[in-house]
């Protein structure tokens, strides 16, 4: 017997395959099982290409025995075999894929789905491999062979003996290191998990020997005494539940298979399946948690949907699968379309991704919308969980998806008392009314008192409320919504004054400007003006903003940490000019500027509570009140 060499090209791609091919070498399993069940694959269509109908997919098994004493890892087929010639082809040289090439002599079968395309698989077991023996019997042959190497100094090929066609291949482990422990991957536990975790859904059954205990009696004793024992256990699935028709599966198989597949505790909120047969085919299941997930509003938090590629695992978590803004779907794809790279742990970036991806997006929005039209109720606790994550998807990548999303955001309006869509708002809005009105707090109810409101309330028009400090960047994004245009109940024109009005408190502003100045003067740089308002009703005050940056947009730029730069709004003190408290500002200044700036300044703290802003000297405003008593 003359030990081979691999060419001189093999010898340095299967140190590469080592070493760089894989990041994880636990991988290994993956793969080979995986060329197991392409060996299955392979028998089942010669069989019947031959009319031999004494082979059944109902009698094939992948097993998998662990032998601690010996330290070997077997996986066995009764798949198609090999002969001498087939081991030197598949085996002899590194990247020649025998399941490509017999793909492409087989034609495209329907009812066949190889796995296996470069060639490189079988070699990751020398990842955790200090020897790996491969005994062999092909389908029609009497002849069996053995396989056996070391790594890159080369093979052996001898005629055996086995009975029955298939491979066993025998996986001698190496010794344990300092950063290595390969003897995991003889634990059951191990074995179990990542069998479940890669391969749970390869189409036959992976028998693995697990170790059990049960009671024995013992006469004349009151201890229980045990002992261990060794069964055979399908561990894998087999058939995923996306695979399955709807008809087949009922939406409690779904929750138990989502809360087990996700590690939650409550059933999800929503379903989304979706089968696509076409240039691209693909299955997805889809599902969005009844609650937020710890977590998830950080930085830490990682989205993204399982890939599959004919039932076998190919990323745990592929990011590009999903979009940001609806970052909170869990769930698989399985296709057999996608371009993979050598080592099928990573995808690699083409159109059909893109076309997967786009199509994910779309119906995801599209059955959102149906929950929120259909059952009301449902998608308003869904809101409560990830609306926010909605809203910064509208401001993300400057707006790009406002469109896909504007019509999903839902806000608090004033007369309705409830939730409203955009649409809705637009749809009840009077003839007359040409805004879209909304005002900025930290809660409703803060929103409903704040004194800006009432000329709005008393023309029996809706303000829709926004109490996320991402809101006002949601509507400055949008803009306008079918036409209406956005408009802040502190701006300072609402668009519906009585003309009348606004030429007496334009008036009465002129003739007390030097009294205002003085105000504003006397408040040392807290507000850039102080002014009449034809807005204020029954409330003394109200304090607003003029430029770009609003008050609520001040309050979020002074959470973010770090030593950013301090972004202040131009705040505006207003005063209601048909107010008793303007009156006695009035007379004060006639009789005593000292106190009429304290009255201004005991205005202006109480304009600061009323838009939810801090006092900057609690002591000084109770001061002032008892001195104004």
């Known amino acids: 017997m003359r030990k081979k060499q691999f060419k001189a090209e093999s010898q340095k791609l299967l140190?590469?395959?080592?070493?760089?091919?894989?990041?994880?070498?636990?991988?290994?399993?993956?793969?080979?099982?995986?060329?197991?069940?392409?060996?299955?694959?392979?028998?089942?269509?010669?069989?019947?290409?031959?009319?031999?109908?004494?082979?059944?997919?109902?009698?094939?098994?992948?097993?998998?025995?662990?032998?601690?004493e010996n330290r070997t890892l077997t996986v066995s087929d009764n798949g198609i075999g090999m002969d001498e010639a087939d081991l030197e082809s598949n085996l002899g040289v590194i990247a020649r894929s025998g399941s490509l090439n017999f793909k492409k002599e087989?034609?495209?079968?329907?009812?066949?789905?190889?796995?296996?395309?470069?060639?490189?698989?079988?070699?990751?077991?020398?990842?955790?491999?200090?020897?790996?023996?491969?005994?062999?019997?092909?389908?029609?042959?009497?002849?069996?062979?053995?396989?056996?190497?070391?790594?890159?100094?080369?093979?052996?090929?001898?005629?055996?003996a086995k009975d029955g066609v298939g491979t066993d291949i025998i996986i001698h482990l190496k010794e344990d290191g300092e950063e290595e422990t390969y003897s995991e991957y003889l634990e059951t536990y191990t074995l179990r998990s990542l069998i479940k975790k890669y391969s749970d859904y390869i189409r036959y059954p992976i028998i693995l020997n697990v170790e059990k205990s049960r009671k024995v009696d013992v006469p004349d004793s009151d201890e229980p005494k045990y002992e261990t024992y060794t069964e055979e256990e399908t561990v894998n699935s087999m058939v995923p539940l996306w695979q399955r028709s709807k008809d087949e599966v009922t939406q409690e198989e779904l929750n138990e298979f989502y809360k087990e597949k996700f590690y939650d505790?409550?059933?999800?909120?929503?379903?989304?399946?979706?089968?696509?047969?076409?240039?691209?085919?693909?299955?997805?299941?889809?599902?969005?948690?009844?609650?937020?997930?710890?977590g998830y509003y950080t930085k830490e938090y990682q989205k993204g949907l399982e890939l599959y590629s004919s039932g076998v695992m190919i990323m745990e978590r592929c990011e590009d699968l999903i979009p940001e803004h609806f970052?909170?779907?869990?769930?698989?794809?399985?296709?057999?379309?996608?371009?993979?790279?050598?080592?099928?742990?990573?995808?690699?970036?083409?159109?059909?991704?893109?076309?997967?991806?786009?199509?994910?997006?779309?119906?995801?929005?599209?059955?959102?919308?149906?929950?929120?039209?259909?059952?009301?109720?449902?998608?308003?606790?869904?809101?409560?969980?990830?609306?926010?994550?909605?809203?910064?998807?509208?401001?993300?990548?400057?707006?790009?998806?406002?469109?896909?999303?504007?019509?999903?955001?839902?806000?608090?309006?004033?007369?309705?008392n409830k939730?409203?869509?955009?649409?809705?708002?637009?749809?009840?809005?009077?003839?007359?009314?040409?805004?879209?009105?909304?005002?900025?707090?930290?809660?409703?109810?803060?929103?409903?008192?704040?004194?800006?409101?009432?000329?709005?309330?008393?023309?029996?028009?809706?303000?829709?409320?926004?109490?996320?400090?991402?809101?006002?960047?949601?509507?400055?994004?949008?803009?306008?919504?079918?036409?209406?245009?956005f408009k802040s109940v502190n701006d300072k024109d609402l668009g519906i004054e009585d003309e009348e009005d606004k030429k007496d408190t334009e008036l009465k502003e002129e003739e007390n400007k030097v009294m205002l100045d003085y105000l504003r003067d006397s408040l040392d740089g807290k507000v850039t003006a102080v002014r009449l308002s034809h807005k204020l009703?029954?409330?003394?005050?109200?304090?607003?903003?003029?430029?770009?940056?609003?008050?609520?947009?001040?309050?979020?730029?002074?959470?973010?940490?770090?030593?950013?730069?301090?972004?202040?709004a131009q705040r505006v003190l207003e005063l209601n000019p048909t107010h008793k408290a303007f009156y006695?500002?009035?007379?004060a200044w006639q009789l005593d500027k000292d106190r009429c700036a304290r009255l201004g300044e005991l205005l202006y703290d109480q304009a600061l509570l009323i838009a939810g802003l801090p006092v900057e000297n609690p002591a000084r405003l109770t001061e002032l009140m008892w001195e104004m008593i």
């Open 106 to 160: 087989a034609g495209e079968a329907d009812d066949m789905d190889i796995i296996g395309q470069f060639g490189v698989g079988f070699y990751s077991a020398f990842m955790v491999a200090d020897k790996v023996t491969v005994i062999t019997r092909k389908y029609g042959g009497d002849q069996a062979w053995m396989w056996t190497s070391s790594g890159a100094d080369g093979y052996t090929i001898e005629p055996t």
């Open 265 to 294: 505790m409550k059933d999800p909120a929503h379903t989304i399946r979706i089968d696509v047969d076409g240039a691209i085919s693909y299955k997805a299941l889809l599902f969005i948690p009844s609650a937020t997930p710890m």
């Open 327 to 416: 970052r909170f779907v869990k769930g698989i794809v399985d296709s057999r379309d996608l371009s993979l790279n050598i080592s099928r742990e990573l995808l690699q970036h083409n159109r059909q991704l893109k076309t997967i991806a786009s199509n994910i997006e779309k119906k995801i929005r599209q059955e959102l919308k149906k929950l929120q039209e259909n059952e009301r109720e449902k998608y308003e606790k869904f809101w409560e969980s990830f609306g926010l994550q909605l809203k910064y998807g509208i401001v993300s990548d400057y707006g790009a998806h406002r469109d896909i999303l504007k019509d999903l955001i839902l806000y608090h309006s004033s007369r309705e």
């Open 419 to 485: 939730l409203q869509t955009l649409k809705e708002y637009v749809d009840m809005m009077p003839e007359e009314q040409k805004y879209i009105y909304f005002a900025t707090a930290e809660t409703v109810t803060m929103a409903d008192n704040l004194p800006q409101t009432e000329q709005i309330k008393d023309k029996g028009w809706s303000i829709l409320y926004m109490t996320d400090e991402v809101d006002e960047f949601v509507i400055n994004i949008l803009g306008e919504y079918e036409g209406k245009q």
């Open 537 to 568: 009703k029954s409330h003394p005050v109200c304090l607003t903003a003029d430029g770009e940056v609003s008050l609520e947009m001040e309050k979020y730029f002074s959470t973010i940490p770090g030593d950013g730069p301090d972004i202040k």
């Open 584 to 587: 006695m500002l009035m007379d």
């Open 15 to 68: 140190d590469m395959m080592i070493n760089s091919i894989y990041t994880h070498k636990e991988i290994f399993l993956r793969e080979i099982i995986s060329n197991s069940s392409d060996a299955i694959d392979k028998l089942c269509y010669t069989a019947m290409a031959a009319g031999d109908a004494s082979v059944s997919r109902t009698d094939c098994r992948i097993r998998v025995l662990a032998d601690k």
